[in-house]
């Protein structure tokens, strides 16, 4: 890397004067989340305002300068997420935060980060629709969060319920992102973001703190590296660092030739980038389980409704004396069908309590479709379940 | 008398380059190459002064002047 | 054999195969502006002794596009339709140290691209940008373009263009870059010399740059290359204009405060000594 390339370079070392110190703080989820993405070591955000995420790109634009980052609000969320790209490339750590109409926006960004494996973080504060949509709670986008890019390829997505885990899973979505090469998406809702709650941060030496694997440091010198190649995940030579990358966003070799095609080169590029994530999910999904061994009835849920689906099990169980087991998917994306299969035995009854009309019951269903008698929805549109609406639920269905 | 290098692998024959040269040191060969262009060739190079407008205006990298010292 | 000088600059080959000739049409124009561009970057990398690393080419989807899709032997990206303003602002924040090229054409800057367009101008961001204008959407089968003149006959205006076009540098320069030029593909030293003029400055330089598209317009590219001379003119000669040439030239060069220098003042008002973990 030449002087001023080297000089210039938005990163800086993780341990910073203005990074929070360890201890206990009380902060908004919105706050939480920048803090853990400072703390991951990102130094770009480019945003647009939009309710309720505006709360992050404020706060953002307040540490970043702080802490040596550079923070601008773009025109629109298409050129947001465009940003990210061009700042990942650059060698930077990006970020960005929307709500679901700019989640739509972002989709093309969204797919071409797939397609050359560009690590970003894109926070998406689910707000209810279709259309201009609410401004309350949600978790409508958790389909499109898979399914609203163009074309194949997978996707990472993370689902925090607290302000801690606002901070922890952002931290988590930049190492995913680095250690995968691949945008990572974290469907956090309005409650999430907008509450206050206690914040707990580590020793700095016990955060881990994940960064792209580089063809430096695999002594892979610039005449013989591939920037999607030598591994299945290839190591990232940034912009600026000497090896002439061509970053290109449609089907190519594994060094970035775009004319060599057919039908075969297609298919391993596209199926390489399908496998890299999906063939992985053992290592990059996460799940949290209470009351599972052996009880009869499950209820499966995610994001802040878990928070009031716990207190709903609880009670189901102490007062209603009914043996309900409680399983919270943190990670959405790739779904983890083999791991649910090797941990949910036969139940009755599995309620899925969603601020939708039911959209992660269908992959449940597909993956635990034997091992259920009846499977029931429990929506809630533009609301948080209460503890009570969800127990009231419970008991219509199995008391 | 300096020499024309005209790279068959990339030209296409648009034929800018006997346009723009001030010399009309080069002319359209009277030869279809295998992709169907007609491809550019030295005719009077005694005039030629190396001035690089033919390498300048090409679009393709595909023509060279090669100075020679008498 | 003696190979074109600017070769040196361009990838015939990657390690998987053959990467050459460009994709582009016999006599177009873009391949044209590429050989400039590449004129002007090395002698700024020989004058200005910058290094090659520094050098980033951003395109976004189009014939102007391919120029960088994978033939360059610098850092580069052909990305999505119009977004390459935003992309090379994203770059710019994590590393502000980046020589910035941006190859458009006049559908990605005037079209889908417009908003990213005034708005980069607006901020004055780093980066020079080669708008190359060919006046109808190439890539796709030749669409009407917003710059695209009144009657022509194009495949989506096949009764005559209604619409005014665009007069993209008045744009430009509303929108508030600091440099903003036009040029023809015929005009290869004064292009040259502005993107150098674009490459040194601190601030948006946006460079029109007129050309040919042989094939849409049907005619030969030594025609067309005739034509673009002939209906163009100086902004200093322009009263001696009498049939409406296009004027050409340089429309302003200014100095202004460039987006990330101005933000490099905030970063500085924090004391950013490195604590001890």
């Known amino acids: ?399 | ?70 | 054999m003696k190979k074109h000088p600017m070769l040196k600059y361009l990838k015939e080959e990657g390690p998987l195969g053959q990467r050459m000739p460009l994709i582009l049409c016999p006599g177009c124009g873009s391949g044209q502006i590429l050989n400039y561009t590449l004129h002007a970057v090395d002698r700024i990398m020989n004058k200005d002794k910058i290094r090659k690393e520094n050098f980033l080419f951003i395109s976004g989807v189009g014939c102007s596009a391919r120029l960088t899709s994978h033939y360059l032997n610098f850092d580069s990206a052909w990305t999505i339709h119009g977004r390459t303003l935003a992309i090379a602002t994203g770059s710019l924040l994590a590393n502000p140290a980046f020589k910035i090229i941006v190859f458009t054409g006049d559908g990605d800057t005037g079209s889908i691209g417009g908003n990213h367009f005034i708005h980069a101008c607006r901020r004055n961001i780093d980066v020079t940008i080669l708008c190359i204008n060919n006046g109808v959407y190439g890539m796709t089968g030749g669409q009407v373009a917003p710059t695209t003149s009144v009657g022509t006959i194009t495949t989506t205006t096949p009764y005559g263009n209604i619409e005014e076009a665009f007069d993209l540098c008045k744009l430009a320069e509303t929108a508030g870059a600091s440099y903003v030029a036009r040029w023809t593909t015929a005009h290869p030293h004064q292009v040259i010399k502005s993107i150098m003029k674009g490459l040194r400055k601190k601030g948006t330089a946006f460079i029109e740059i007129l050309s040919q598209c042989p094939v849409h317009n049907k005619l030969s590219p030594v025609t067309m290359l005739k034509k673009l001379k002939e209906s163009t003119i100086q902004i200093s000669k322009e009263k001696e204009s009498s049939e409406g040439e296009t004027l050409i030239g340089e429309f302003c060069d200014l100095d202004k405060p460039e987006w990330n220098e101005s933000y490099q003042k905030l970063i500085d008002q924090f004391d950013h000594e490195e604590g001890k973990s």
Not at chain 1, 19 to 29: D, H, N, T, V
Not at chain 1, 272 to 280: C, D, H, T, V
């Open chain 1, 1 to 399: 890397m030449s002087k001023e390339m080297k000089a210039n370079n938005t990163n800086k070392r993780l341990h910073n004067v203005h990074l929070l110190k360890p201890g206990e703080y009380y902060l908004q989820g919105s706050q939480a989340c920048i803090e853990g993405a400072i703390m991951a070591g990102c130094r770009v955000y480019g945003g647009y305002p939009i309710t309720p995420a505006s709360e992050i790109m404020e706060y953002a634009s307040r540490r970043l300068p702080q802490v040596g980052g550079r923070f601008i609000q773009m025109e629109d969320e298409i050129a947001s997420a465009s940003l990210l790209i061009g700042a990942s490339w650059g060698g930077a750590k990006a970020l960005t935060a929307t709500s679901s109409p700019g989640f739509s926006l972002m989709q093309e960004a969204i797919s071409i980060a797939i397609m050359s494996e560009t690590p970003m973080v894109i926070i998406d504060v689910q707000r209810p629709g279709p259309g201009q949509g609410y401004i309350t709670a949600s978790q409508e986008d958790v389909m499109q969060a898979r399914w609203g890019h163009h074309g194949e390829g997978s996707i990472i997505a993370l689902a925090p319920s607290s302000v801690q885990e606002m901070f922890d899973m952002t931290i988590e979505a930049f190492n995913l992102s680095e250690q995968w090469r691949t945008p990572v998406l974290v469907m956090a809702e309005e409650p999430v973001a907008h509450m206050r709650e206690r914040l707990l941060i580590p020793p700095w030496n016990e955060i881990e703190i994940i960064d792209r694997k580089k063809p430096q440091d695999l002594g892979i010198m610039p005449e013989n590296y591939l920037p999607w190649g030598h591994d299945i995940v290839a190591p990232m030579a940034n912009w600026g660092e000497g090896y002439s990358v061509n970053f290109v966003g449609l089907v190519h070799l594994e060094d970035g030739n775009i004319t060599k095609y057919g039908p075969q080169m297609h298919y391993d590029c596209i199926e390489r980038l399908f496998r890299k994530i999906e063939g992985n999910v053992n290592e990059i999904a996460r799940i949290e389980t209470k009351f599972l061994e052996g009880c009869k009835n499950l209820v499966i849920c995610y994001g802040c409704v878990a928070r009031t689906a716990i207190e709903a099990v609880i009670e189901a169980r102490k007062e209603g004396g009914l043996d309900v087991g409680y399983l919270r998917l943190i990670t959405l994306w790739p779904f983890p069908q083999e791991r649910l299969r090797d941990i949910v035995g036969n139940v009755n009854t599995i309620f899925v309590p969603e601020m939708n009309l039911g959209m992660m019951k269908h992959p449940i269903t597909e993956a635990l479709r034997d091992r259920f008698k009846k499977i029931v929805s429990i929506p809630s549109l533009g609301v948080l379940h209460s503890p009570e609406y969800i127990l009231s639920k419970i008991y219509e269905e199995i008391r």
């Open chain 2, 1 to 70: 008398m300096n020499k024309l290098w005209i790279d068959e692998r990339y030209c296409k024959g648009c034929l800018i380059c006997v346009d723009v040269c001030p010399a009309k040191a080069i002319k359209a060969s009277k030869e279809i190459n295998d992709w169907g262009y007609i491809l550019p060739t030295e005719d009077d190079m005694n005039g030629c002064k190396a001035c690089g407008l033919c390498e300048l205006m090409c679009p393709d990298f595909a023509i060279a002047i090669e100075e020679v010292d008498e």
